[in-house]
Structures are given as structure tokens and as C-alpha cells.
């Protein structure tokens, strides 16, 4: 029994010695993963706070580089080639840094991600960009400072930095148009199926790209599927209206719209009626 006893006491003993005490992160770590087009992007930061203080200006000095975050470098990482702002950044992973301004910032893309913060000895070879981003006021207090994507389109999108009352905007594009027409040529130089004469009919409607041949390929679709759902017939409604041939889009969207009634979707009801009604016109 005392053996017993003088075990359970070391165990507790040896339990309390190892026990450490958890708590938050002042600046917590968040985590960005983003399609644009074909590309990936991931983001990871950390997010201070403004807890009542000044920040740009006074915490985070003007004209001199800033880590844009805390603790470990704010690193960006994408799939494909992109161009920011005219300066053309190879896939990899960056870190981001910045040189604020009143009016304008300065924001730098280092190659060189393994620093905790601002490197010790600035390396002016390892800026792989820099770009001047003009500084926008924001209405309202951003308390924990903000990396995000949006404005997504196809070919780009726009990256936001958001902390306090200030919010800058650093547009780029990604090569979407080229590795999707290089996917069409390759699939329809092939054995196409007919869901890559709709993949390819539906991107040239949306890119407003050559529409006849946009017409043609979702024809070849169309014949080749037995049974067209509610939401094809609309698209193919769509490109014969581009192409100019609204007589043939009026009859598809009317197809289009038995097929949404008898599928109990509303939202392509509606769309097929105010189309039908535009191009009665």
C-alpha cells in the first residue's frame, strides 16, 4: 500500500513539474488560402492589434521598412507566375514588407522568407518587386491588422492591407487566359467530350473572346448531350444573345425556363424570364 501511495505522489509530483500554462497569442496567426483563376495563393501573418494605441506614424514609423505583421514574416506564396503591378514575380513564397507613407506606401517582396521580422542586414538584391500603393482612408477602426484577396476576377485580383484607418490595394493578375487556352487546344485536339466544348464555349462567352466559335463549340455540346440540363440550356441562351442571334436565344431560354420550373429553381426561372423579356425587345 505505501508503495502505492509513494508512486500516485510522484506521478503528481512529476505531473505538476511538466504542466505549463497556455494563453493567447497577442498577435494571432491566420492563415489565407485563395484561388484566383488557376492559381493558389496562401497567406500567413500574424495580426497585431491596435489596442488604443497610434499606429502608423508612431508605432510603425513612416519611411522605414516594417515586417507588415507580427512575429514571424508575413509570407506570401503562389502557384504560377504572377504580375504585380507591372513587375513580374515568379511562383514561390515571398515575404512582405513596407515602407509607409502618409499618402503612399512602398511595398517589397523579399525572396528571402526565413527572418523573424525585418532582416538584420537589409538585402536590396532579395527585393524580387516594390510597388507604390496610394494610402485610403477608412471610415471605421480596423483593430487587428488585415492581409486578404479580393476583387477576384478570372485573370487577378487585388491584395488589401487593412489596420487602423488605413487601407492600401496592390492589384495583380495571374496567366489564367493562357493555361486555359492551352487546356482547350489540348482537350479538343483530342478526344473531346462535350463537357469540354461547354468548358470551352462557357469561357470564351465570359472573356467575351471569339463568340461565333463560342457558338459553335456549345452547338457541339448540346448534340452531344443526351438530356441538357436547365443551367446549360441558359448558357447556351447566353452565347446565341452575344452572337447576336436572339430569335435562337429566346427559344433556348424558353427551353431553359421549363427545364428550371420543372427543377423547382427559382433563381434561373427568373433569369431566363428577364432575359426572354430584354430580348423580345
Known sequence: ???????????????????????????????????????????????????????????????????MGANKNSI???????????????????AIFAKPGKEVWEVLFYSDTENWGTPEKWDDGKVAARVNAEVFPVPFNVENFTIDINQITNSGATLEFLWEKTYIAVPFTVPTDDKVLASINDALNGTPKASDYYAAAVYY???????????????????MTEKPMFYQLRQQSVIYAKAGDK???????????????????????????????????
Open 1 to 67: 500500500m505505501k508503495k502505492i501511495l509513494l508512486f500516485m505522489a510522484v506521478g503528481a509530483l512529476t505531473f505538476h513539474m511538466n504542466a505549463q500554462v497556455t494563453t493567447p497569442q497577442p498577435s494571432p496567426f491566420s492563415k489565407v488560402e485563395q484561388k484566383v483563376g488557376l492559381t493558389d495563393f496562401t497567406i500567413e501573418y500574424s495580426r497585431p492589434g491596435v489596442k488604443g494605441r497610434t499606429i502608423f506614424g508612431d508605432l510603425v514609423p513612416y519611411d522605414k521598412v516594417w515586417r
Open 76 to 94: 506570401i506564396t503562389f502557384t504560377d507566375n504572377v504580375t504585380i503591378m507591372g513587375q513580374i514575380l515568379e511562383a514561390g513564397s515571398y
Open 205 to 223: 462567352s465570359e472573356e467575351g473572346k471569339d463568340l461565333k466559335q463560342a457558338k459553335e463549340w456549345m452547338d457541339k455540346a448540346m448534340k
Open 247 to 281: 430569335k435562337g436565344a429566346i427559344k433556348i431560354a424558353k427551353q431553359s425556363l421549363e427545364a428550371s420550373k420543372k427543377a423547382g429553381n427559382d433563381d434561373y426561372v427568373k433569369m431566363n424570364l428577364d432575359s426572354i423579356k430584354e430580348w423580345e425587345k
